[in-house]
């Protein structure tokens, strides 16, 4: 339940609405300052990256498209969601969790904002913390931890890793969790315990920690970013790939016959 006291940001108007998905920031360099601003008056949100996945996802997943609508702000990840945008004349670039979360530690270290590592690993999640400290002087850690094996984005545990969270002092909780439990855990956490930035970022601190490689950067820079990925892990990956390609097309047909 939340507290009637609890202050949150209520966020941009959405610039493109994508069937269940929606996209409510352009750049990334709006996404941070609106973050960092956030954090240091202590209304808390969510940050969620809409890519083909989480738009497959939507469809059928009633608590993760309320998650989706209730986001303080959304941005656009991966090419093909920034090219739906673009069609609908939306000026919106490609920002990604695993883009993100180095600038915005560095801007919220010169800000005096203190940040909150949940999710993954401990292994994964401590050594991305030791390089985060090393890269960024004055990035203060206010805590870090990983949630149990079966962990219930909406349970108990959830519930009290918010409290733990909200009471760090962090300002900005960076979420490593996977599609759709971490956006789940965010928005439930968001609606408890509301003085934190809550950010959903996948697979960012296997690569930050370099458990993971992430591709190189003509593939980051041509969009074929998820080719790499699909050679790293096809067996993992694959399945969601093809309903990913399928609704992109599916999408892309529509689009046409309106047209």
Same mark, same amino acid.
């Given at each position: 339940?939340?507290?009637?006291?609890?202050?949150?940001?209520?966020?941009?108007?959405?610039?493109?609405?994508?069937?269940?998905?929606?996209?409510?920031?352009?750049?990334?360099?709006?996404?941070?300052?609106?973050?960092?601003?956030?954090?240091?008056?202590?209304?808390?949100?969510?940050?969620?990256?809409?890519?083909?996945?989480?738009?497959?996802?939507?469809?059928?997943?009633?608590?993760?498209?309320?998650?989706?609508?209730?986001?303080?702000?959304?941005?656009?990840?991966?090419?093909?969601?920034?090219?739906?945008?673009?069609?609908?004349?939306?000026?919106?670039?490609?920002?990604?969790?695993?883009?993100?979360?180095?600038?915005?530690?560095? =801007? @919220?270290?010169? $800000? #005096?904002?203190?940040?909150?590592?949940? %999710?993954?690993?401990?292994?994964?999640?401590? &050594?991305? +913390? *030791?390089?985060?400290?090393?890269?960024?002087?004055?990035?203060?850690?206010?805590?870090?931890?990983?949630?149990?094996?079966?962990?219930?984005?909406?349970?108990?545990?959830?519930?009290?890793?918010?409290?733990?969270? =909200? @009471?760090?002092? $962090? #300002?900005?909780?960076?979420?490593?969790? %996977?599609?759709?439990?971490?956006?789940?855990? &965010?928005? +439930? *956490?968001?609606?408890?315990?509301?003085?934190?930035?809550?950010?959903?970022?996948?697979?960012?601190?296997?690569?930050?920690?370099?458990?993971?490689?992430?591709?190189?950067?003509?593939?980051?820079?041509?969009?074929?970013?998820?080719?790499?990925?699909?050679?790293?892990?096809?067996?993992?990956?694959?399945?969601?790939?093809?309903?990913?390609?399928?609704?992109?097309?599916?999408?892309?047909?529509?689009?046409?016959?309106?047209?």
């Amino acid at each position: 339940m939340a507290s009637p006291d609890i202050k949150r940001s209520a966020g941009p108007a959405d610039l493109v609405r994508i069937d269940a998905g929606r996209v409510n920031v352009a750049t990334q360099a709006e996404l941070i300052a609106r973050v960092i601003a956030d954090a240091r008056s202590g209304h808390g949100g969510s940050v969620f990256t809409l890519n083909l996945d989480h738009l497959v996802k939507l469809r059928d997943d009633a608590a993760f498209r309320d998650a989706y609508a209730a986001a303080t702000y959304v941005t656009a990840d991966g090419a093909p969601v920034v090219s739906i945008a673009r069609r609908q004349g939306a000026a919106v670039d490609r920002v990604t969790g695993a883009d993100l979360v180095v600038p915005l530690c560095q =801007a @919220a270290a010169e $800000a #005096g904002v203190s940040i909150h590592l949940f %999710g993954t690993s401990d292994t994964i999640r401590d &050594a991305a +913390a *030791a390089e985060l400290r090393t890269e960024i002087p004055g990035l203060v850690i206010a805590g870090s931890e990983s949630p149990p094996r079966g962990f219930d984005p909406n349970g108990a545990e959830a519930r009290a890793a918010a409290d733990r969270i =909200a @009471a760090s002092g $962090a #300002g900005i909780c960076f979420v490593a969790l %996977g599609a759709p439990k971490q956006e789940l855990f &965010a928005h +439930a *956490a968001t609606q408890r315990a509301g003085s934190v930035v809550y950010i959903c970022i996948g697979a960012a601190l296997d690569f930050i920690s370099g458990h993971s490689k992430r591709a190189p950067v003509a593939f980051q820079r041509t969009g074929t970013e998820w080719v790499w990925r699909f050679l790293q892990e096809p067996r993992r990956l694959g399945m969601r790939y093809a309903r990913s390609m399928a609704y992109y097309i599916a999408y892309l047909l529509k689009g046409s016959r309106r047209g």
